[in-house]
């Protein structure tokens, strides 16, 4: 058969499916035949629109054949050789058919898989993020009860300059954890001016009593650490390590890049720990929980006691550089 004969028979028949597909797939999604309770239904409905698709692409398909070729002298009838043809035909074509329905059940099931796996890590994220928040929450309010009590302790020991001092303090402070109610992590830099106004707070308290030493390396400034992450440690190391002596407590913190982690280390030289550290209150327990929530098992948290005394609070992360515009680049 010469080549332009054979175009001209089989390209209408491949259009005629292209034109038939589309009203295939929309009777397969009415009545579908796969991954539904009512499939016997699909089934019996898809198998005669097979059947009627096939018969009726037959037809076409001699009409089409008798109008390129001419009618030969022995030709059957139209209905008896479309019964002939269908016969024939429906277990190949047939499968086509079926095949146009699977292919569209497989696209729409992958589609909708990924939507379903991209929708429940949105809800999982969010789901962190509250639980972030909420602990955040959480320190807030205990760290300005303590802010407060530390007013309270000045004027009702005759201190109102002092206790004044703190106010102006505080505010600062308040205005510090608005600004970043709404992050999670922020450079170590920025963490550690937080910690200093807290502790220019605690040195009105503590006068000559507390010496801090921040000893932070200059490449771990720029990494990322949870926000408010240090200050519930530097209040531990205080109330625990410093408070209840008369003599002068100290309080280093520390910074540390190590190959890929992080360290971050505030140690206080007290008499050490003499209950377990998750006793301590609400600040360590939500340290924990965070990290956790914030890095899985990429973080570690610890509060031991040192051997030649105190105790240190020691957190390992991630190391991970902040932003180019919080860095100031």
Known sequence: MPFDVALRIQMPLALAWALFTPGVTWLGRRVPPFGNRRWPLGVAVN???????VFGLGVFYIVNTRAVQGVSPDAQPLMRAALRSFVFWFSSDGLLYWA??????????????????LRGAQLETQLSEARLHALTMQLQPHFLFNALHTIGQLIRTGQPARAVQVVAGLGELLRRVLDGAATQEV?????????????????????????????????????????FILQPLVENAIKHGIASRAT??????????????????????????????????????????????????QASFEVVNMADGGVIARIVLPYRLAAAEWRGD
């Open 47 to 53: 198998l005669v629109s097979s059947m009627a698709v």
């Open 100 to 117: 146009i329905l699977a292919i569209d059940y497989g696209v729409r099931d992958y589609r909708e898989s990924r939507e379903r796996a």
């Open 187 to 227: 450079p170590l830099k920025q963490e550690l001016d937080f910690v200093r106004s807290y502790l220019d707070i605690e040195q009105i308290r503590f006068r000559d009593r507390l010496k801090v030493v921040l000893d932070p390396d200059p490449e771990a400034l720029d990494a990322t650490v949870p926000y």
């Open 248 to 297: 002068v407590g100290r309080v280093l913190i520390g910074a540390r890049r190590i190959d890929g982690t992080l360290h971050l280390t505030v140690r206080d030289d007290g008499s050490g720990l003499s209950e377990p550290a998750g006793a301590r209150g609400v600040g360590l327990a939500n340290t924990s929980a965070r990290l956790r929530q914030l890095y899985g098992d």
